[in-house]
């Protein structure tokens, strides 16, 4: 089992900048990827950005140069910095480990973009 814990999220001004992060706990030795998705109301889930256990990162379109994953393995940490932020960005964001065999969840956080 592992556990997923999530902070980081808040309303933002358009332009503006905020950084996710999602604590990894449990059995975190069998994770092979994490990443982030997100959900807009009336949207299907959809990947944002997620990272390999080997530092591979991969960036739905829509992202590409304005988000950036980052992993601290001391921490048991991912983190998503977002900047650039627009209101289309205004979503649940929820992170993700895959351990290949199961999909782990954290409970997601609010993320508003809005003047």
């Known amino acids: 089992q592992v556990q997923l814990v999530e902070s980081g999220g808040g309303l933002v001004q358009p332009g503006g900048s905020l950084r996710l992060s999602c604590a990894a706990s449990?059995?975190?030795?069998?994770?092979?990827?994490m990443g982030w998705y997100r959900q807009a109301p009336g949207k299907q889930r959809e990947l944002v950005a997620v990272i390999t256990s080997g530092g591979s990162t991969n960036y739905a379109d829509s992202v590409k140069g304005r988000f950036t994953i980052s992993r601290e393995n001391a921490k048991n940490t991912v983190y998503l910095q977002m900047n650039s932020l627009k209101p289309e960005d205004t979503a649940v964001y929820y992170c993700?480990?895959?351990?290949?065999?199961?999909?782990?969840w954290g409970q997601g956080t609010q993320v508003t973009v809005s003047s």
């Open positions: 449990g059995s975190i030795f069998s994770i092979y990827a």
């Open positions: 993700n480990a895959d351990d290949r065999q199961i999909a782990y």
